[in-house]
């Protein structure tokens, strides 16, 4: 079946830089994308969408980016904090058509001091 | 997750027990999902209800599991003769009910069968 993120990375990174974490899909027909971020022992929390008429989307210090070329979305987090430890998943949809949600199995951001 | 209650949060069971999980979304949402999540892993989907429609049940990994949705809210998964390997996280998650498919989580009930 179709497939986003295969692996489980980890990502250190120093407390007030950006992070980038990145997220490969394989169904070329999505058009939806999400990004959640899952804390210890809490189920997965929204963070930012975007839809595949655009390249861009920023939110509140994150930024995700699409490019339909290569099949790539990535999230950047500016001046990451000890709370955005977490480990994010993206997920794929195909407006309209498919109620589901393909997950990928995530990426854990890991916060230095 | 704002919105969701599950229940219980934490589950011991022994091997061959019939568990009971239970999420009590928000009303009004008429989309409905459980997931399965095991230690490190992405989400797994099991179920799907949305209003009236007959749920999709395509992700249940076997006959032991089932699932109801009462009144068009609360929803139970039920998992019989559990097995070592049905231990997990077991989330629901409401939403999707619109043209994009955001979805809102529970806490998810974390299930041990020993």
């Known amino acids: 079946g179709e497939s986003v993120g295969l692996h489980l990375p980890t990502l250190s990174v120093q407390e007030g830089d950006n992070s980038i974490i990145n997220c490969a899909y394989s169904n070329s027909a999505s058009d939806y994308f999400i990004w959640y971020k899952q804390e210890s022992g809490k189920g997965p929390q929204f963070i930012i969408d975007i839809r595949s008429n655009m390249d861009k989307r920023q939110g509140q210090r994150v930024t995700v980016l699409l490019n339909k070329t290569v099949k790539h979305l990535s999230l950047q987090i500016a001046a990451t904090q000890p709370g955005d430890s977490a480990v994010y998943f993206c997920a794929e949809n195909i407006q309209d058509s498919n109620y589901q949600l393909i997950w990928g199995a995530g990426t854990k951001l890991i916060i230095k001091p | 997750g704002a919105g969701v209650s599950q229940s219980p949060s934490n589950k011991v069971t022994e091997k061959g027990k019939d568990v009971e999980l239970r999420c009590d979304p928000i009303s009004g949402h008429t989309a409905l999902y459980w997931y399965r999540q095991s230690l490190g892993q992405g989400l797994e989907f099991l179920i799907y209800f949305q209003g009236n429609s007959a749920p999709d049940k395509s992700g249940l990994p076997s006959d032991r599991f089932s699932a109801e949705r009462t009144g068009g809210s609360v929803s139970t998964l039920t998992i019989q003769r559990t097995q070592q390997e049905d231990s997990a996280v077991y989330l629901c998650?409401?939403?999707?009910?619109?043209?994009?498919?955001?979805?809102?989580f529970g806490p998810g009930t974390r299930l041990t069968v020993l």
């Open positions: 998650a409401w939403g999707g009910d619109g043209s994009y498919n955001e979805q809102f």
